[in-house]
């Protein structure tokens, strides 16, 4: 059986895609299904721009042309780097397993220079809102720039027009540049993205049940946990990446603990919510932390230029 798997064109998107894939044919051999898989080469609206994505409609830029070609039978099914989809679910289409979670944090490349040791005034690249705001918080003397392309694009800015940019570890590791890592940021001092180091596959629900079958038996419970939670909180706050806000939740046990961060652009001022409670309501633990957080003015912070 052959099929397609539907995925954008970056080297980033097309290693993972490519790991799940073989994943999917190990599997599906083991259960005696002969299965195939290629790549299907989605181009989106966030990958011709040259814009700063903060500039983009954020919410699912990097998704729409993905899953319109799941629904137009061009791929059987699609995957995606989880923080870039928008939170709420579409029509027609099956969030069919979610795998295990690479490391979710965020990383510092600098040449081998710890964030202590840049100079005065350094100048740092990242997209991120929300890395932004948390690097001013921890130093507020740098100078903060815009930083687009795929990851060995974004790497080759170290030393020429930048001392230092921040990407994640996640995808450092899946393109094999986990070299270029200068230090990896504490939770404590830099929250990820809600979803942050995990994919997602989608499907139709008409897939062929056996294969549908062999996506399904790669979900992994605690990663759909965690990022349920943290995506939960994301929507009541209504937040995508284009607003300082990071979420992280580990799971220990039965128990699950929600950290989510909102800071104002500046980095002058963060409110932190924790929660904790039983794995089972992960959606409502997220929710609660969000509500929280915005009957503490949280949405003053996330709307601040």
Known sequence: MELRLGTRGSALARAQS??????LTRLAHDRGLDLSIELHIVTTSGDQSTESL??????????????????????????HSLKDMPVAEH?????????????????????????????????????????????????PDLEIGPLRGNVDTRLAA????????????????RV???????????????LPAAGQGALAIETLPSLDPQVADVIASLDHAATRAAVTAERAALGVLDAGCAVPVGAHASIEGDTLTLHVRAIHPSGSLQLNEKVRGPVAHAASLGRSAAHALLGRGAARLVGAS
């Open 176 to 190: 094999g540049r986990a070299e270029a890592i200068s230090h990896v940021f504490s939770y404590h001092d830099m």
């Open 91 to 139: 029509d027609g289409i099956a969030l069919a397993a979610l795998p295990s979670r690479e490391d979710s944090r965020d990383a510092l490349c600098s040449g081998g220079v710890a964030l202590g040791d840049l100079p005065q005034g350094a100048k740092v690249g990242t997209g991120s809102p929300r890395r932004s705001a948390q690097l001013l918080a921890l130093r």
């Open 54 to 79: 903060v500039g983009l409609s954020q919410t699912g830029v990097f998704v729409a042309a993905v899953r319109q070609a799941l629904l137009d039978g061009e791929c059987d099914l699609i995957v």
């Open 18 to 23: 490519r790991t799940l894939a073989d994943a």
């Open 158 to 173: 170290v030393g020429d027009r930048y001392d230092a940019v921040v990407l994640a570890v996640a995808g450092l590791k």
